[in-house]
């Protein structure tokens, strides 16, 4: 990767936007149909000599929170985003992580938790770690989990899917306030600057920018532990689950989540989806 990869791309970029695709006059002489330095600099809140020094390869680290500005006011597509992602951790050593020494996120559960979740079919239950990876769950899940794309990527995770992947705002019809609570499960991991969350939270401020950004720099309150999750599933129709979310032993920071109906008419539907009889998964109430 040469000196000036990530500079070459951010010039490609700017000089393919038009100030009229920015909301701004594209009055004046112009050697390239694309914005000025200093048109991009005042959008993205940074100095035209740093805007400079990037373009140049002078400066190959720029901070996320910079990166994410310039996307945003560049208005990238998701492809671009995450061609903007793959030069910065190039230019970066390859996504180094930096901070203080924390062990790696678990990546596996015990036995007895795997024969705990056998108890709780048909119910959806899953186990995640603190990044919100999935590592474990029901067949109950992955009927109500499969079918929305959730469980796509390996390894699934809660808070990449809701963020970065566009079916989520139409399985979710409280999007926001679902956001907010996945969103509220890292930022602990922020506050204590773990490296891996640290990981996280970079790769999908470029991917993702402003929806996501903008929730960083709200005050961190604690995860919702319990609630009613609403979710527009495809085959049966909207759900109204109940959840409850229990840490488990250990120093791994797991927790399972176990997602109950919310309302009789949640409780058939989910019947139905499992294939299970009628009454399976009685609502909970009160």
Known sequence: MSDTTLGEFLRACREAVTPADVGLPGGG???TPGLRRSELATLAGISVEYLTRLEQGRDRHPSVPVLAALADALRLS????????????????AGRL?????GPPAQSVRPTVRALLDRLE??????????????????GYERLAGPIGLLDR?????????????????????????????????????????????????????AVGAPFTDRLTTPPGPPGRTGVERLAHPEVGELRLAYETLGLSGDDSQLLIAYL????????RLDRLTGRRPGALRAVTG
């Open 261 to 268: 109906p919310a309302d009789d008419a949640t409780a058939a």
């Open 154 to 206: 390996r390894p699934p995770n809660l808070v990449r899917y809701v963020f970065a992947d566009p079916r989520a705002r139409a399985a979710y019809p409280e999007w926001d306030r679902v956001a907010d609570e996945r969103l509220a499960g890292l930022k602990p991991g922020v506050s204590r600057e773990d490296p891996h969350v640290e990981h996280l939270v970079n790769e999908l401020a470029l």
């Open 29 to 31: 002489r112009r050697r």
């Open 78 to 93: 998701a492809d671009e985003r995450l061609h903007l992602l793959h030069h910065f951790k190039a230019a970066d050593g």
């Open 122 to 139: 048909p119910a959806p239950a899953l186990v995640v770690n603190r990044l919100g990876d999935v590592l474990a769950y029901t067949n």
């Open 98 to 102: 930096v901070g203080p020494c924390q």
